[in-house]
């Protein structure tokens, strides 16, 4: 059963960057529209950047020039290059499918934007 595992998250200063990974195994990933979302307690869970499978992409209001979506589908990777952080980007970070699919949800990688 395809899964999701998601890495690189850390404690990075406000200004910073980090680059996320969301390895997919199972058939699904190239032939799927893809996403990060990202939740922080007591709220619901975002849609933040979306790549389709032919590679266009469309983000938030709240990441747009900050964050960068790309996917290699020879690896079955998702990528998600984060700069110019804010404490706000603070949150658990995920992807799915654009459209989520239950059960392919991942444990998330743990971003903390702080000084």
């Known amino acids: 059963q395809a899964h999701m595992v998601e890495s690189g998250g850390g404690l990075v200063q406000p200004g910073g960057s980090l680059r996320l990974s969301c390895a997919a195994s199972?058939?699904?990933?190239?032939?799927?529209?893809m996403a990060w979302y990202r939740q922080v307690p007591g709220k619901q869970r975002e849609l933040i950047a979306r790549s389709t499978r032919f590679g266009s992409t469309h983000y938030a209001d709240s990441v747009k020039g900050r964050f960068t979506i790309s996917r290699d589908n020879a690896k079955n990777t998702l990528y998600l290059q984060m700069n110019s952080l804010k404490p706000e980007d603070t949150a658990v970070y995920y992807c799915?499918?654009?459209?989520?699919?239950?059960?392919?949800w991942g444990q998330g990688t743990q971003v903390t934007v702080s000084s």
């Open positions: 199972g058939s699904i990933f190239p032939i799927s529209d």
């Open positions: 799915n499918t654009d459209g989520p699919i239950d059960h392919l």
